[in-house]
């Protein structure tokens, strides 16, 4: 009766080790789909800048990027104080590899060439195109894109405002190309050229903040490759990025993107099309 006891007691204790386990693996399994278990974990830039976030605070929801994360977390079934913030450099974070993260919004643009190496969700946003100058600039008289024909344009290689410099814009003098947006503002501030292209939320950001009597001359028509759609960026293959499109579609759908478009970006503030 004794041994017959022993070994009872001994199967029991394996039964509730075996049961003790099987409860941490589920947990685990439960969690493993995010880098933190029951955390949201979303990168952005180092610095992030506005009008994406403001105060380079994320966290504090403020800034149009900083609000759409916030709002995907809550589709996602994050509470606000669930949502944790890292930072990333841009070219860092679209490299292969693991990620510390598990989704990241820093303006990035939907490109096959980047969706080999990590996953995109569905655009949050799709950025138009702009022509920006300063006072006395003659494009700044420009209502129409065959006032700016006759001018000298840039644009940053190898980016849609590039490509809508060339296709819609068409100057005579051919498009002027820099480097970097930041070469081509300081091209336009120079006299060196008439106006730039970039897209509408860089216009806002360039013309406010960091131009002395900066101009938006207005918006270019869409046309296919002169239009930057943005997704948030996730590991390759993430186990997330059916739920994260999922709800960039719901918010979509129900206004809510749209709302923070015009909240943070400006739409509400009326961007003439050029013609």
Do not use: H
């Not at 120079?190 to 939320?201: E, F, H, L, T, W």
């Not at 997330?240 to 129900?254: C, H, K, P, S």
């Amino acid at each position: 009766m004794s041994r017959t006891l022993t070994r009872l007691a001994a199967t029991a204790g394996v039964l509730a080790l075996a049961a003790g386990l099987a409860g941490c693996q589920t947990a685990a399994d439960a969690g493993s789909d995010y880098v933190t278990d029951g955390k949201l974990t979303i990168a952005t830039g180092e610095p992030a800048y506005y009008p994406y976030v403001i105060d380079d605070a994320p966290e504090s929801g403020e800034g149009f990027e900083a609000a759409v994360a916030y709002a995907i977390a809550e589709e996602l079934g994050f509470a606000a104080e669930d949502v944790v913030w890292v930072r990333t450099g841009f070219d860092e974070a679209i490299a292969p590899g693991p990620k510390a993260f598990d989704f990241n919004l820093q303006q990035y643009t939907i490109t096959p060439e980047r969706a080999e190496s990590v996953d995109f969700s569905s655009p949050y946003y799709a950025a138009d195109q702009a022509v920006i100058t300063i006072e006395g600039s003659p494009a700044a008289e420009a209502t129409s894109i065959a006032d700016l024909q006759g001018l000298l344009i840039g644009a940053a290689t190898g980016t849609t405002s590039l490509a809508a410099v060339e296709q819609i814009i068409q100057p005579t003098a051919g498009a002027q190309v820099f480097n970097s947006n930041d070469d081509a503002k300081l091209a336009l501030e120079s006299g060196q050229v008439d106006a730039i292209v970039v897209d509408v939320p860089t216009a806002f950001y360039i013309t406010g903040v960091e131009l002395d009597g900066g101009v938006i001359v207005g918006s270019l028509p869409e046309i296919e490759g002169a239009t930057d759609e943005w997704g948030v960026l996730l590991a390759k293959d993430s186990p997330l990025t059916d739920a994260v499109t999922a709800a960039i579609d719901a918010l979509r759908e129900n206004g809510t993107l749209d709302a923070l478009i015009a909240e943070w970006l400006g739409a509400d503030q009326g961007v003439a099309e050029l013609q």
